[in-house]
């Protein structure tokens, strides 16, 4: 089994609803809330067996053709609102009309961000810039002081994103995900881990 989580940090509401509402880039991406207009790009990049295939077995597959709509409407916008999960959309900053991708960060769980990529956008870097602004959101407008990731060991894309970013494996069990039980381990990162990680990758300009 995984191993429970230690305390949650509970910043200030205000603080909450500021980071649900906050917009932010890196040197190649526009991140912005997630909103329903956003569906059906979801819908058309999000439901392909090499995105989904390591993700939660909670992630219903096959993917219901309105399966982006429900997911936005029912469950994240609602979690938004609420300031229990933070999700936004990642855009080119070359292409900023359509979303390709998404980074979500969740208070509450083992499992405290999540993160996919559109395939023809992926293996360039783009989810390392969107993960370290997301850990900048998680610890310097959020306030909380570790994150913790799970994963599957297969899960090679993952894996190293966590390494290169200087987190450490701290738990190892089995989960259900897509594609059926694997061997699963979770990441975490304190924030002082991630200060110094950051001092010396600073956000290099748009
Ligand atoms: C995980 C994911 C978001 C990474 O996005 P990405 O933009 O392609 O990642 P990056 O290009 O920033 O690469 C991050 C690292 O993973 C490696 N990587 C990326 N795709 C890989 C692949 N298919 N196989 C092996 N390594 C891969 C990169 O080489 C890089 O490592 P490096 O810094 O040592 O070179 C993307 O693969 C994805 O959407 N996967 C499906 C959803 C998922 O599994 N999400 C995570 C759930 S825990």
């Keep these: 089994m995984i191993e429970a989580s230690r305390s949650d940090a509970y910043p200030a509401a205000a603080c909450r ?3 649900a509402r906050m917009e932010g880039g890196t040197e190649r991406l526009l991140l912005r809330p997630l909103t329903l207009a956003d569906a059906p790009a979801m819908q058309e990049h999000f439901p392909h067996w090499e995105i989904v295939r390591y993700l939660l077995a909670a992630v219903p ?10 997911f936005c409407r029912d469950t994240a916008l609602p979690a938004m609102e609420q300031g229990e ?7 080119l ?3 900023p009309g359509a979303a390709i991708g998404m980074v979500s960060l969740f208070r509450r769980g083992e499992d405290q961000r999540g993160l996919w990529l559109g395939l023809p956008w992926q293996r360039q870097g783009l989810m390392t ?3 370290a602004w997301a850990n900048d959101v998680w610890f310097d407008t959020l306030g909380f002081d570790h ?5 599957a060991r297969a899960n090679t894309a993952s894996r190293r994103l966590s390494q290169r970013q200087g987190m450490r494996l701290v738990a190892t069990g089995e989960r259900n995900f897509v594609c059926g039980t694997l061997d699963a381990e979770t990441w975490e990162l304190t924030a002082a881990e991630w200060r110094a ?3 010396k990758h600073p956000p290099r300009p748009a």
């Design 93 to 95: 900053r070359s292409a």
């Design 61 to 70: 597959w096959p993917y219901p053709p309105d399966g982006a709509r429900r």
């Design 147 to 151: 994150l913790r990731v799970g994963k």
């Design 197 to 199: 990680w950051r001092a």
């Design 129 to 131: 810039e969107a993960a």
């Design 85 to 91: 999960a933070w999700h936004w959309t990642l855009r």
């Design 17 to 19: 609803v500021d980071a």
